[in-house]
């Protein structure tokens, strides 16, 4: 069984940094997809990055791309996003979440933390 569990997230001023870190057992970070996703209020949920388990390869929502960067750490089995120049619209619950590779759909999700930016 899949478990994955987020931490990092807080209250931050625009234009400052945060990073969220995923914590994955029963499945192994280096050989799968994970992810990053975010909801804010009121909208649907949607993409923010993603790694590729094989050759590490990132891709990134355009609203992101720039200023956000996927990581893992295969020692420790986790995923981190870092986050610079957040805006308020980054404001959102963040998720991490486990990809299947071939339908890049998500087979568990994290519980979520809460990213607060404050203008």
């Known amino acids: 069984q899949v478990q994955l569990v987020e931490s990092g997230g807080g209250l931050v001023q625009a234009g400052g940094s945060l990073r969220l870190s995923c914590a994955a057992s029963?499945?192994?970070?280096?050989?799968?997809?994970m992810g990053w996703f975010r909801q804010a209020p009121g909208k649907e949920r949607e993409f923010v990055a993603r790694i590729r388990g094989v050759y590490g390869t990132t891709f990134y929502a355009d609203s992101v791309k720039g200023r956000f960067t996927i990581s893992r750490d295969n020692a420790k089995n986790t995923v981190s996003l870092q986050m610079n120049s957040l805006k308020p619209e980054d404001t959102a619950v963040y998720y991490c979440a486990a990809l299947i590779t071939s339908t890049l759909s998500v087979s568990s999700w994290g519980q979520g933390t809460q990213v607060t930016v404050s203008s």
């Open positions: 029963g499945r192994t970070v280096s050989s799968n997809d």
